[in-house]
């Protein structure tokens, strides 16, 4: 459900980090900005230089533990998420 209002500081990074595999324009409307993509990557620059993390792109903020283990050119991730 998205914000009703843009989000900013810690939140912002916290659902721009939710919705950064959708990609920037779904994680814009999510975080409340709709179709304002400039707006919502301004705030979340300076949200995430307030948090000291040097983030330069949305997919920065993917979690190493959700990407997928790649070697060797193949795809190594479990087949659903309750496999292991």
Do not use: H, W
């Amino acid at each position: 459900m998205p914000s009703n209002t843009p989000l900013q500081g810690t939140d912002l990074v916290d659902c721009a980090r939710a919705n950064a595999k959708q990609g920037i324009e779904t994680a814009a409307y999510q975080c409340g900005y709709g179709e304002d993509v400039n707006a919502f990557a301004k705030e979340l620059k300076a949200a995430c230089e307030q948090m000291n993390l040097q983030v330069k792109e949305l997919s920065e903020l993917i979690d190493e533990q959700e990407m997928p283990l790649q070697l060797g050119g193949e795809v190594v991730a479990p087949d659903t998420p309750s496999e292991l």
